[in-house]
């Protein structure tokens, strides 16, 4: 069984827009702190935001004033908002859920954005 559940990736055009979308199974997520991370081919994976179980959020440099990450704990979900999108944003992007010793991922979501 799937935890950690992300959609909406695809290919946009560079300017475009995507929302990701990572759907947790079960409402105890709402007591984790939530990311986003993203591995691009040949690279590491690297964190692209963060969100915790209090609502902070934190983004990685490359990203601030671009990508919003968000989470609804009524609907046991959580966004990432990418506007402005760069080609260098290519990547398969992750879901992240971790509280103490416990730490799950998503299967990814593929983001293509073509110049």
């Known amino acids: 069984q799937e935890l950690l559940v992300e959609s909406g990736g695809g290919l946009v055009q560079a300017g475009g827009s995507l929302r990701l979308s990572c759907t947790c199974s079960g409402s105890i997520f709402s007591i984790y702190d939530m990311g986003w991370y993203r591995q691009a081919p040949g690279k590491q994976r690297e964190l692209v935001a963060t969100?915790?179980?209090?609502?902070?959020?934190a983004y990685v440099e490359s990203v601030k004033g671009r990508f919003t990450i968000s989470r609804d704990k009524t609907k046991n979900t959580m966004s990432l908002q990418m506007n402005s999108l760069k080609p260098e944003d290519t990547a398969v992007y992750y879901c992240n859920a971790n509280r103490n010793r416990f730490d799950y991922w998503g299967q990814g979501t593929q983001v293509t954005v073509s110049s």
């Open positions: 969100i915790t179980s209090g609502g902070s959020t």
